[in-house]
């Protein structure tokens, strides 16, 4: 039987949300680096938030690089930071 094979990269956008731990856990688990962009304000939002899940502490405790991002404004930015890393 052949062996499963792992993505070297996985993109994922995650809601914030009680329980959003458990997404990252698992790959963490799986010996991913987590290297997140926290759009904050988002999108559609008036104005930005307070971490109040404490996800960020949560994902920097675990070795997770975090960067906080403006989700108005323009998408290529944000691209273009990720390709480089």
């Known amino acids: 039987m052949p062996k499963e094979l792992?993505?070297?990269i996985v993109l994922c956008s995650i809601?914030?949300?009680?329980?959003m731990e458990s997404t990252f856990a698992h790959?963490?688990?799986?010996?991913y680096d987590v290297f997140?962009?926290?759009?904050?304000?988002?999108y559609?939002?008036?104005?930005?938030?307070?971490?109040?899940?404490?996800?960020?502490?949560?994902l920097l405790e675990r070795g997770a690089v975090?960067?906080?991002r403006n989700?108005?404004?323009?998408?290529?930015?944000?691209?273009e930071e990720i390709r480089q890393d």
């Open 6 to 8: 792992s993505p070297s």
């Open 44 to 58: 559609s939002d008036d104005t930005s938030y307070v971490d109040n899940l404490n996800i960020v502490g949560w």
């Open 71 to 79: 989700g108005q404004n323009p998408i290529e930015d944000r691209v």
């Open 36 to 42: 997140g962009q926290w759009l904050n304000p988002g």
């Open 15 to 19: 809601q914030y949300r009680e329980g």
């Open 66 to 68: 975090i960067a906080r």
């Open 27 to 31: 790959f963490i688990n799986q010996g």
